[in-house]
C-alpha cells in the first residue's frame, strides 16, 4: 500500500482544488469534557488540539487551517445526540470522539445521515464499525481483540482460582467482561460468579457479601476508573482479598487517586504505552512543556486528526466520503501512536493489547507499567 506521510512536506504540497478558496477545516472533538469521566474527555481535547496546532504551525491543509470545535457529551449518549446536531448545525464534516462507545454508536447514525466523517480515539465496542456505516473509524483496538489478551491471561494464570467477572451494564463495559468471559470459558476455566453494577454507584457492600460467600480470589471489571476505584478502596475496607483486572477503561492515573493503596497489583489491558513510541517523542515532550502528561487516549486523538488530515491529502478533497475511502485504501499513515492502516470497516489493522499492573514508580506514586 502507498504510505501517507504526515509530515510538513505531505501538509504544504497537496495541489489546490478547483481554484476555489477554502474555507477553515473544522474538526470536532467530542467527549465527557466535564462530569466523572472529564480526564479522558481532557485527553481527547489536549490530543486534537495539539495536532491542529501542530498541522496549522506547518502550514495548515493546503493552506488552510485547522479549527477545533469542543462538544461536551457528558459519557450520556442522550447528551452525544445533542452534540452531534450541534455539530452538523455548525458545519462540522470531521469529528474526532466521542469516548464511551455507548455515546459513539447512536451519534455515528447522525454522523452518517449528515454527511459526517468519524474516528474514535477510544471507542472500542465491536458493534460502532459493524454495522456497515462508511463513516466509522477508531485509532484503537476492539474489545473482542482485548477480551481475548484478559481471558487468556486469566485462564493461564488463575485457572485454579474463583473468578468473578462484573461489569457495569454499559456497551463497553458489559461487552469487554463478556469478550473476556468468553475467552475465559473458552480456556477451560467457568467465572464462580457474573454479576452487574450500575454506573454511578458509591456503595458496593452487597456485592462484596456475594463475592466473599463465592469464595472469589479474583474480580474482573469491564468499566471505567470511577467505579473501579471504589470496588477496589472497598474491596480493601471490607477485607475481600481479591486480585482485581480490568482493561482500558482505568487507564487514568486518577484511578489511583480514588483506590489508594488497594490500586496495589491492580492487572489492566491497554496497548503499548505510545509515549514510549519514538515517534512520539517531540509531541509527548511538548505535552509535558505545558504542564499535560499525555497519558492513555491523547495521543490516540493526536494519531486522529493526523489520520484525517492524512486523509484529505491522500484524496486530494475535503468531502467527507472521499476522504472515508482514502482512509480505507491509502494507508497506512505516519502517527504519533506509530503506523496505522485501517480495513473496510474501518477497524485499524494492526490491534496489540498487553498486561500491565499498577504499583508505584520511582517517584513513589502509583501508576501503570507494561509486564
Not at 466521542?98 to 455515528?108: D, E, L, Q
Not at 471505567?224 to 482505568?250: C, N, P, V, Y
Not at 509515549?275 to 517523542?281: E, G, I, L, T
Request: charged share 20%; glycine share 12%; net charge negative.
Amino acid at each position: 500500500m502507498k504510505k501517507s506521510l504526515l509530515s510538513a512536506v505531505a501538509l504544504t504540497a497537496l495541489v489546490a482544488f478547483g481554484g476555489s478558496a477554502w474555507a477553515d477545516i473544522l474538526i470536532g472533538v467530542a467527549g465527557p469534557i466535564t462530569g466523572p469521566n472529564a480526564a479522558f474527555g481532557a485527553q481527547l481535547q489536549k490530543g486534537a488540539e495539539q495536532a491542529a496546532a501542530d498541522i496549522n504551525a506547518a502550514g495548515g491543509i493546503n493552506g488552510e487551517q485547522v479549527k477545533i470545535v469542543v462538544g461536551d457529551d457528558v459519557s450520556d449518549p442522550k447528551q452525544g445526540i445533542s452534540v452531534a446536531n450541534k455539530f452538523v448545525a455548525d458545519g462540522v464534516k470531521f469529528v474526532v470522539g466521542h469516548f464511551n462507545s455507548g455515546v459513539s454508536i447512536p451519534a455515528s447514525e447522525v454522523y452518517a445521515e449528515n454527511g459526517i466523517y468519524q474516528i474514535s480515539p477510544a471507542s472500542t465496542n465491536p458493534t460502532y464499525t459493524e454495522r456497515g456505516l462508511w463513516n466509522t473509524f477508531r485509532t484503537c483496538g476492539r474489545d473482542d481483540q482485548q477480551g481475548i489478551v484478559a481471558g487468556g491471561y486469566l485462564a493461564a494464570n488463575f485457572k485454579d482460582a474463583k473468578i468473578a467477572v462484573i461489569h457495569d451494564k454499559t456497551p463497553y463495559g458489559q461487552g469487554l467482561a463478556d469478550e473476556t468471559k468468553k475467552a475465559l470459558n473458552a480456556g477451560g476455566v467457568t467465572e464462580a460468579l457474573y454479576e452487574g453494577i450500575n454506573t454511578g454507584d458509591k456503595d458496593f457492600s452487597a456485592l462484596i457479601a456475594k463475592l466473599k460467600e463465592a469464595g472469589v480470589s479474583v474480580v474482573y471489571y469491564g468499566g471505567l476508573h470511577t467505579e473501579a476505584g471504589l470496588l477496589m478502596r472497598q474491596f480493601a475496607d471490607q477485607g475481600l482479598k481479591a486480585t482485581f483486572m480490568s482493561g482500558d477503561g482505568i487507564v487514568s492515573n486518577e484511578l489511583a487517586s480514588i483506590a489508594g493503596d488497594a490500586v496495589d497489583g491492580t492487572l489492566m489491558t491497554f496497548a503499548p504505552d505510545p509515549r514510549k513510541n519514538p515517534a512520539a517523542k517531540d509531541i509527548v515532550e511538548k505535552f509535558r512543556a505545558a504542564g499535560f502528561e499525555p497519558e492513555a487516549y491523547t495521543l490516540y486523538s493526536y494519531a486522529a486528526v493526523q489520520v484525517i488530515a492524512a486523509s484529505i491529502a491522500a484524496a486530494g478533497s475535503t468531502e467527507p466520503q472521499a476522504v472515508a475511502e482514502a482512509t480505507k485504501a491509502k494507508g497506512p499513515f505516519s502517527t504519533a501512536i506509530g503506523e496505522l492502516g485501517f480495513d473496510s470497516k474501518g477497524d485499524i489493522t494492526r490491534p496489540d493489547y498487553v498486561m500491565y499492573v499498577w504499583k508505584k514508580g520511582e517517584d513513589g506514586k502509583y501508576s501503570y507499567f507494561e509486564m
